[in-house]
């Protein structure tokens, strides 16, 4: 494991995608025996992207690392807030892999009420990008729940309704797909007529967080640790 995590290290640092995808693959391997070197190099490679490639290439091993380790998940909710739309995609397609990345782990209850909380911070985002994702995880969360998914993109439909958010409303609709018919085409008509405009701010509770915290330095870049390959794994940390 810790050869794979030095190739996967040097492989980020490629100048073309093709290597860094294939690093990804390998901290998918590592994630069993290091999980913490691996998360890393995980959050390191989330922070660079900047592409959807590699973004949804990501989601797949942080989903399931989140998966193994629970307390992840106050680090993905971290993400709404992140300056850098990839960053903030990458909250969506992690949440929309979860089901895939397990599919024992990834389809219990837990899993849709974190993953729809979640998303509720996030919707109302202004970038397609992102969008798009917040779209597909309310279909995934749909396999695992679809009550709950149905009750929660409800409450956003009446929302986007209310204040004529169509940023919101594209969301909603991307989603309805996975819901029963009678559900799909009453939330349908709530939203109906409602538009992405160009150049509207976004309306996600994660930006009004994200104006809070102005000034305090998220996002901007800071040292990047070494990546300590002489601990063994589980190993007492020293004072």
């Known amino acids: 494991s810790s050869t794979l995590l ?22 998918e391997r590592t994630l069993r025996s290091e999980p913490e070197r691996s998360w890393q190099l995980l959050r390191r490679a989330g922070r660079d992207a900047g592409d959807w490639i590699t973004v949804d ?12 380790e ?30 895939f990345a397990d599919r024992r ?4 209850p837990d899993v849709a009420a ?3 909380e979640i998303l509720a911070t996030l919707i109302g985002d202004a970038e397609p990008d992102v969008q798009k994702a917040l779209a597909w ?13 149905t009750d929660a993109l409800e409450a956003e439909a009446r929302l986007a309704a209310r204040s004529s958010d169509g940023l919101r409303a594209w969301v909603i609709r991307d989603a309805l797909s996975k819901l029963e018919p009678a559900d799909a085409d009453r939330l349908r008509a709530l939203v109906d007529g409602l538009r ?5 701010g976004r309306t996600s509770r994660a930006a009004e967080l994200a104006h809070r915290f102005d000034g305090m330095g998220l996002g901007r870049p800071v040292p990047e640790p070494p990546l300590d390959l002489t601990a063994r794994p589980g190993a007492a940390s020293s004072a």
Do not use: C, K, N
């Open 6 to 27: 030095l190739l996967a290290d040097h492989l980020l640092r490629a100048s073309r995608m093709e290597p860094r995808w294939f690093a990804i693959v390998l901290m």
């Open 57 to 68: 290439t990501l989601a797949h091993p942080v989903g399931g690392g989140i998966l193994r």
């Open 70 to 99: 629970p307390y992840r998940w106050a680090e993905l909710e971290q993400l709404v807030i992140s300056p850098s739309r990839w960053e903030r995609r990458l909250v969506g397609s992690t949440i929309a892999t979860m089901p």
């Open 105 to 108: 782990a990834g389809r219990q």
């Open 114 to 116: 974190r993953g729809l």
């Open 137 to 149: 995880a309310y279909r995934s969360m749909a396999i695992v729940d679809r009550a709950a998914t």
């Open 196 to 200: 992405r405009r160009p150049g509207a």
